[in-house]
């Protein structure tokens, strides 16, 4: 059924290349022996949940794979790790191997060692797949996993961690420890590290031309322009390279001009390199993943001008400062051999040159504070302008309706005057700055133009008239270069803020060792149920649907409770002591009071809040969970996309059960219409959005009823997804989720739902009348906990 992925392997490219093999062996929940046939197995072999946790210093994660049905014979399955975030020989150990399931035996853990070590990364992730199943059969979802691997470091190292959780102690770090402490972490990456060093080096074959152009010139000068007298003749600077000084011209103009090709070839390979590119994605995605960590109420603190200006300004200044260091390096060895070159020909030269970059650095640093701060309030002013047009086009809509384009408008031009200041003043702390190194190179040539020119044989000095000239252009270049390192550093000054916004974004704390632990338990109370009595039992339902050991374990509440700190900072109690059963394979419909926590205790089953460390939310682990909030979004892609998103369209059901779930919802043809269209478009990822053109209010909430019901989750959660809608339509679309619950999926064929999993739903109910479409109904209540409710089906219908 296709080959373990290699060694070192993306988890995509692996899954490309073995996907129609897998979906072979899932169709219609039948198995293939090795030989080929057809053979109906009444077992399937697949990971316990989903996802698994492990940290950096715990050396390995732990990975259960389970067995349910009838267990009798004995089974073999392989297993594979694949990268995803997390790379095999860095990140973790790549292990793959063959798994042996003696008869009755339900469950089996295979271990991944993990690397341990002190850099900083976000949480990675890599995939562990199961593949050709012998005397058994994948589980059609779960024959893939994911693995989180959480790493405990700070960002950019550990030597501030105890500094880095909230702004007003960043601020107080020092801009440049945090700066060398970033530049550990860039020299940590191979890549970086490698192309680095690369980059330095091609900088310094262009300080080598620099120094050759000023010999030549003093070559030129001194001995091919002057006939001295053969006694003066001494060493190879005072030979004709040839007898005659034409040609000599000539091939000195040549040693002048074709090195430059080389120049010109550096700067092409330096661009090359891709250092910013490695930078900037670095930073970006581990600021993505960083951010979907973080805990809901951080995560609802930060604006979204705030992320979309860290990812693309903040990040991208960061990674100007790291090439800004690369330069001022560059130029530190061009100024280091310009130096060597002046204390050669003329040693008195030097003592300007000297004190040239200590008063520039004296500056500097009186500068840094002012520089930081100015730069500080204009980056602040800059994200308030950019969340102010990202709230006036997120609500147009309202801004129309109230005819509030004046007011908005308004608003608009105080933020860009707040902005247009701290940029002004930033202007000109930035020009004066430029200014001192002009100003301080102009007074200290003008000293030794007249200094010098006594020191010139033909007035009575020692050196040469080449080495003056030579002296004078080196005194130009040096003093250029070194306004050009000054400039370098002081920009570096200026984006030590967004280093600091950076800093403060990434160690955010996230809820990902709660989840672990969360994940932990649920997955031991799952093995106690697999490994009981009703592991490996196999039996029917009334009508007919098989029914395993592992469909009777139900979804339980223990103690449930849950607070949310209020505006004024005090714990606020929502949930209290909620004690409840819920058997699989049935419809639960919640209703109550506004703020009465409905809304929180379905984001606890749904697995989107963490519950606290003394109450317990436990979903069977081999469940997928699926949470729907009321809120309806849409992203820039094609209907299609917006639908089914990343699955591929054979684990979705193929593109008519995409139809036949969209018919079902309610769309209108015009709307279904876009479906057709994508068929030709999606295999070209061609992103069309003119069909939210045609959406009614109604359609935002059929399109995400088709999303819940195309994923198919075996336990589906879904926040007030039919409050849009009138009582008729109402009704008629939760007999649609009532249909979800018992046909085990909706749009499949008919024969395959004996074999299918029990599925299971809690919906949040606006209507009253629509209780009689919900096996059971509770009422939610902040100080009676959760009350069933009785009611007569007929009556309501």
Known sequence: MGASPSRGKSVRQWCCENERAALLAQELENGVDEDGEGVQYHSIVQFSTAEYFATEDEGCANIDIVRFGDCSNAAQVNYSTADGSAKAGSDYQHAEGVLHFQPEELLRTISVPISKDDFWESTLEFKVVLTRPRQTRLGNHLYICTVHVIDDDSFPTNKYSKDVRDMDSILEVSGVGLLLEYIKLCMAQKAVRQATFKYLFMEQVKSLYFVLTLYLQVYLVDTVLRNLPPEERVGPMSQLIVPHRETTAIIVALMYVFPFGLVHLVDQWKLALGIPGLGRKFLQANLLRKFLNYPEEIRNSVSAGEIVMGMTRDVGQVVKMYMKVLAFLGGLGKASLTLGFILNRNKMASIPLSIFPLILGLFLLGRSKRLDTATRNMLDAQDDLVATVNDAVTNYRLIADFKLDAYTVAYYEDTIVRYNKTAKELGVIMQN??????????????????????????????????????????????????GEMFMEL???????????????????????????????????????????????????????????????????????????????????????????????????????????????????????????????????????????SRDVKIMNQSFLKNLIFDQPMEKIGGIERVRRVCEVAGFQPKVLAALEEDEDTHIQGVAQQSWVDHLSMTDYARLNLARALLMNPECLVMQMPLQAFGATEGLRLMSVLHKHVRDRGLGFPSHSQKDRRVRTAFVSISHGDLCCEADNVFEVSSTRGLVPVSFDRNILK
Request: net charge positive.
């Open 433 to 482: 700055t430029a200014f001192m190194p002009p100003w301080l190179m102009t007074i200290l040539t003008g000293i030794y133009m007249v200094y010098g020119v006594f020191q010139v044989r033909s007035l009575g000095g020692w050196i040469s008239l080449g080495t003056y000239l030579a002296t004078m252009n080196a005194f130009k270049d040096m003093g250029g270069q070194v």
């Open 490 to 628: 002081a920009q570096v000054v200026q984006l030590m803020g967004a280093l600091k916004r950076l800093t403060f974004y990434l160690n955010q704390p996230t809820d990902l060792i709660r989840r672990m632990e969360v994940n932990r338990a649920r997955r031991k109370l799952g093995r106690d149920a697999y490994t009981g009595r009703t592991g490996n039992s196999v039996g029917v339902d009334s009508k007919g649907h098989a029914i395993w050991g592992v469909d009777t374990v139900p979804l339980k509440l223990s103690q449930v409770k849950f607070s949310f700190c209020n505006a004024n900072g005090q714990r606020q109690e929502v949930l209290r002591s909620i004690n409840k059963s819920f058997p699989q394979g049935r419809l639960y419909g919640f209703i109550g009071d506004k703020h009465c926590g409905k809304a929180t205790l379905l984001k606890l089953l749904g697995q989107v809040l963490v519950p606290a460390a003394d109450c317990q939310v436990f979903v069977p682990p081999h469940l997928r969970i699926l949470h729907v």
